[in-house]
């Protein structure tokens, strides 16, 4: 039977097992965390946003949860800069205007800041300009497609968590901790 892994990766953690960039200084990936063989990433998670990512020791499986013509929706709670108004988050539900075109409609909420984990390191903060949260739903996987949707309204992305890919959920893993899943396909 096909097993899943749920991983809550960290901020600063590539979405692969090893650093193949020589060039720069080291980055850290999940072999610092996961030291089991024969399983993949299905998807990717940028290097500075955090939350699940899911593995896989399942071609099909894998093929079914990183496919773009899956459709798969995945969530994200986005700490953005400003107070976002509901006309920006009517444009997300509509979509928005990026570089390589609309982005699909999302499904996009004000919600109060989740209970989680503090970053290290911490956002950066202006005293004078406040954050909020939302909670946004994409079925695209444009690359920092979130992050470009966001700013492309006047909002910048300064933290982004995935909490939920299809039925599959963070849950109450920490960072770095990770969960294995028997997976009927």
């Not at 063989?37 to 894998?62: V, W």
């Not at 933290?159 to 890919?165: A, F, G, P």
């Amino acid at each position: 039977m096909p097993e899943l892994i749920l991983f809550n990766k960290p901020y600063n953690v590539l979405s692969q097992f090893t650093d193949t960039d020589s060039t720069a200084q080291p980055s850290r990936t999940l072999s610092e965390f996961i030291d089991l063989p024969h399983f993949y990433p299905a998807g990717r998670l940028d290097k500075d946003s955090e939350g699940l990512l899911l593995l896989t020791n399942n071609g099909r499986l894998q093929h079914r949860i990183a496919n773009p013509k899956m459709k798969m929706q995945k969530s994200y709670w986005v700490q953005i800069e400003g107070d976002i108004n509901q006309q920006a988050l009517d444009q997300l539900k509509n979509g928005v205007q990026l570089k390589d075109g609309i982005s699909k409609p999302a499904l996009a909420e004000k919600i109060a800041e989740p209970k989680i984990w503090p970053r290290t390191p911490p956002i950066r903060e202006r005293k004078n300009i406040p954050t909020s949260w939302i909670k946004l739903t994409i079925r695209e996987g444009r690359n920092r497609q979130v992050r470009r949707m966001t700013a492309a309204l006047g909002f910048p992305t300064l933290r982004l968590i995935r909490h939920q890919i299809g039925d599959w959920q963070l849950q109450n893993l920490l960072p770095g901790e990770f969960l294995i899943l028997k997976v009927s396909l």
